[in-house]
């Protein structure tokens, strides 16, 4: 959704643009971006977009306080409205662009034009790192699928009190995290969950108050980018030990370096998405023999797990991380991988009264 709030500009008598209600460095952006479309339109020339290449690891600096994040000059490509190839994304970052200064609801605006959320998603992704202006400047709240739970109360932009209580029910997490205030929480500790399954049945056990206040967050897989801004906002709030508590295998590891470290793709937002301070909990490889864990409960590596980690284990801040290499060198040497609910086969109940209250304890994180 985008604020309707609207003020007129005009463009050398060329055209009447209503913009939302934005800073005067987004609209300085947004204006220089015009300017040169209509300038090359003036010289009878094809206009050009230039686009940082947000998918290349050569554009990408690793620092251990921050995360991933992409280098001041990076290389870029050029989306061209004369070439074939080209044409339809720059009409569709035109397309974008245009909806951002007056529409409300962007994918379904056009949806034969887009064809799916997830395209919109990446346009607005490069639309904002073209702008060098966070996404949520641009007055775009994406719809959240993430959850929240525990010790912890805030109130929204409009006035609306929130209390996450640890009951049956989480709260989805908000859609406009940079507007929420008034933060209050006696939680101990943050607890990242990989899945809603066990999200849910941390709940039911109630988790939360039963070893210590806590706060608990999902993003129910790979975390949208609501979620990771909750979990930094809780961070800079609270400055609380935060935990991750996710599946031993190659994308459960994936999932929690993107909470903490960030993601390729997004590097360009790093401070404001990471949390380079997120501890490694669980489910570690060596936890699997550590508890006498039957491996016909396990699960065989497909070739894409292989790969993944593989991948996952070149990069570089595997290389600041000596106990994770040696938890990815044994899940890599066994070549299984186990979820969490594999700790079931012991109790029922074994990864709330057992697992994690031993854990939490005596330190048994990296």
């Given at each position: 959704?985008?604020?309707?709030?609207?003020?007129?500009r005009?463009?050398h008598?060329?055209?009447?643009?209503?913009?939302?209600?934005?800073?005067?460095?987004?609209l300085?952006?947004?204006?220089?971006?015009?300017?040169?479309?209509?300038?090359?339109?003036?010289?009878?020339k094809?206009p050009?977009?230039?686009?940082?290449?947000?998918?290349?690891?050569r554009?990408?600096?690793?620092?251990?306080?921050?995360?991933?994040?992409?280098?001041?000059?990076?290389a870029?490509?050029?989306?061209?409205?004369?070439?074939?190839?080209?044409?339809?994304?720059?009409?569709?970052?035109?397309?974008?662009?245009?909806?951002?200064?007056?529409?409300?609801?962007?994918?379904?605006?056009?949806?034969?034009?887009?064809?799916?959320?997830?395209?919109?998603?990446?346009?607005?992704?490069?639309?904002?790192?073209?702008?060098?202006?966070?996404?949520?400047?641009?007055?775009?709240?994406?719809?959240?699928?993430?959850?929240?739970?525990?010790?912890?109360?805030?109130?929204?932009?409009?006035?609306?009190?929130?209390?996450?209580t640890?009951?049956?029910?989480?709260?989805?997490?908000?859609?406009?995290?940079?507007?929420?205030?008034?933060?209050?929480?006696?939680?101990?500790?943050?607890?990242?969950?990989?899945?809603?399954?066990?999200?849910?049945?941390?709940?039911?056990?109630?988790?939360?108050?039963?070893?210590?206040?806590?706060?608990?967050?999902?993003?129910?897989?790979?975390?949208?980018?609501?979620?990771?801004?909750?979990?930094?906002?809780?961070?800079d709030?609270?400055?609380?030990?935060?935990?991750?508590?996710?599946?031993?295998?190659?994308?459960?590891?994936?999932?929690?370096?993107?909470?903490?470290?960030?993601?390729?793709?997004?590097?360009?937002?790093?401070?404001?998405?990471?949390?380079?301070?997120?501890?490694?909990?669980?489910?570690?490889?060596?936890?699997?023999?550590r508890?006498?864990?039957?491996?016909?409960?396990?699960?065989?590596?497909?070739?894409?797990?292989?790969?993944k980690?593989?991948?996952?284990?070149?990069?570089?801040?595997?290389?600041?991380?000596?106990?994770?290499?040696?938890?990815?060198?044994?899940?890599?040497?066994?070549?299984?991988?186990?979820?969490?609910?594999?700790?079931?086969?012991?109790?029922?109940?074994?990864?709330?009264r057992?697992?994690?209250?031993?854990?939490?304890?005596?330190?048994?994180?990296?």
């Amino acid at each position: 959704m985008i604020k309707t709030q609207h003020r007129t500009r005009f463009y050398h008598m060329i055209c009447i643009i209503k913009f939302p209600c934005f800073s005067s460095e987004v609209l300085e952006a947004i204006e220089n971006v015009i300017q040169d479309v209509l300038q090359s339109l003036a010289q009878k020339k094809a206009p050009v977009l230039t686009l940082a290449n947000r998918s290349d690891w050569r554009n990408i600096e690793f620092k251990d306080s921050v995360g991933l994040q992409m280098i001041p000059h990076c290389a870029t490509k050029q989306i061209r409205s004369d070439c074939p190839r080209s044409a339809p994304k720059f009409g569709k970052l035109k397309a974008v662009q245009s909806r951002i200064l007056g529409f409300s609801y962007i994918y379904y605006s056009d949806t034969l034009l887009f064809g799916s959320q997830s395209v919109v998603d990446n346009i607005i992704n490069d639309i904002s790192c073209m702008l060098k202006i966070p996404r949520r400047s641009l007055h775009i709240l994406s719809t959240t699928k993430g959850f929240v739970a525990g010790n912890l109360s805030y109130t929204e932009e409009d006035g609306t009190k929130v209390n996450c209580t640890c009951t049956a029910t989480a709260v989805t997490v908000p859609s406009n995290v940079q507007g929420i205030k008034n933060l209050i929480s006696h939680a101990k500790f943050i607890l990242i969950v990989e899945k809603d399954a066990t999200f849910q049945r941390l709940l039911d056990d109630d988790f939360c108050s039963k070893l210590s206040p806590c706060i608990m967050i999902t993003g129910r897989g790979v975390p949208d980018l609501n979620t990771r801004l909750l979990v930094r906002k809780l961070w800079d709030s609270f400055q609380i030990p935060i935990f991750a508590l996710m599946d031993a295998d190659p994308h459960g590891v994936e999932i929690m370096c993107i909470y903490k470290y960030g993601s390729v793709s997004m590097s360009f937002e790093a401070h404001h998405l990471t949390v380079p301070s997120i501890k490694w909990l669980g489910l570690l490889p060596s936890d699997l023999e550590r508890l006498n864990i039957h491996k016909d409960v396990l699960i065989p590596f497909t070739k894409q797990d292989q790969n993944k980690l593989a991948s996952i284990q070149k990069r570089p801040y595997i290389a600041c991380q000596p106990m994770w290499k040696k938890e990815l060198e044994i899940m890599a040497a066994s070549k299984l991988k186990a979820e969490i609910q594999v700790l079931t086969s012991l109790s029922s109940d074994y990864l709330s009264r057992v697992y994690l209250p031993n854990k939490l304890q005596f330190g048994g994180w990296l």
